[in-house]
């Protein structure tokens, strides 16, 4: 796993889009309503077992934020743990520079 790294979040978002990986932002329903990364799929953390259906290849390339990089980490052990290989913690959307979605949670 990757905690963190010498990369931006920018830097990352720009790598899962070109490469066709998954963003996904672990901060709850309400949290990713006020503000996410356009493209991105709200997994709040507490619901991380869910990503068999988003992501059903143990192969996929997840690239996973929260609000500051802690529940981010959290959430790529679990996935893991289940098994993924590409899971990347791109930190937290507080250092996000770029344009920003609002509403869409599920």
Request: charged fraction near 25%; include cysteine.
């Amino acid at each position: 796993m990757n905690l963190f790294s010498r990369k931006s979040i920018t830097d990352w978002v720009e790598e899962a889009r070109r490469t066709d990986g998954l963003l996904i932002d672990v901060r709850t329903p309400e949290e990713y309503d006020e503000g996410h990364i356009p493209g991105s799929v709200n997994l709040p953390l507490g619901r991380t077992d869910a990503i068999k259906a988003v992501a059903p290849s143990p192969e996929a390339r997840l690239y996973v934020y929260c609000r500051s990089g802690s529940r981010s980490a959290r959430a790529c052990a679990l996935f893991e743990q289940m098994g993924y290989k590409n899971v990347r913690n791109i930190g937290g959307i507080l250092s996000w520079r770029g344009e920003i979605a609002e509403g869409e949670s599920a």
